[in-house]
């Protein structure tokens, strides 16, 4: 079974900067695409960054101009460096990763609690 942990998100005045990292455990055959997701108050949910399987990242274009994605395979992490936030980044911020199990088993994990992420204006 994968444990994912989920960290780095707290409260940050609007044009500062924040560092989520997402980190899988588990023992698994391999780990294959990582995504952050966030949801705000009374929206739904966003995809803000996909990395895929062999380190090609997509960052969704509402946020492309701010925010960056980097992944550490060896430590099986997934980084969001989010820079210059709005008030409008506010919300929880969730790690979602496929990996394959032994057997070649696809799985995802569940959502979990995520991490908070508030920017004061």
């Known amino acids: 079974q994968v444990q994912l942990a989920e960290s780095g998100g707290g409260l940050v005045q609007a044009g500062g900067s924040l560092r989520l990292s997402c980190t899988a455990s588990?023992?698994?055959?391999?780990?294959?695409?990582m995504t952050w997701w966030r949801q705000a108050p009374g929206k739904q949910r966003e995809l803000v960054a996909n990395?895929?399987?062999?380190?090609?990242?997509v960052i969704a274009d509402s946020v492309k101009d701010r925010f960056t994605a980097s992944r550490d395979d060896a430590k099986n992490t997934l980084y969001l460096q989010m820079d210059r936030v709005v008030p409008e980044d506010s919300g929880v911020y969730y790690c979602v990763i496929d990996y394959v199990e032994t057997g070649n088993i696809l799985r995802t994990t569940p959502w979990g609690q995520g991490t908070q992420v508030t920017v004061s204006a």
């Open positions: 588990g023992s698994v055959a391999r780990f294959n695409g």
């Open positions: 990395s895929h399987a062999g380190g090609h990242i």
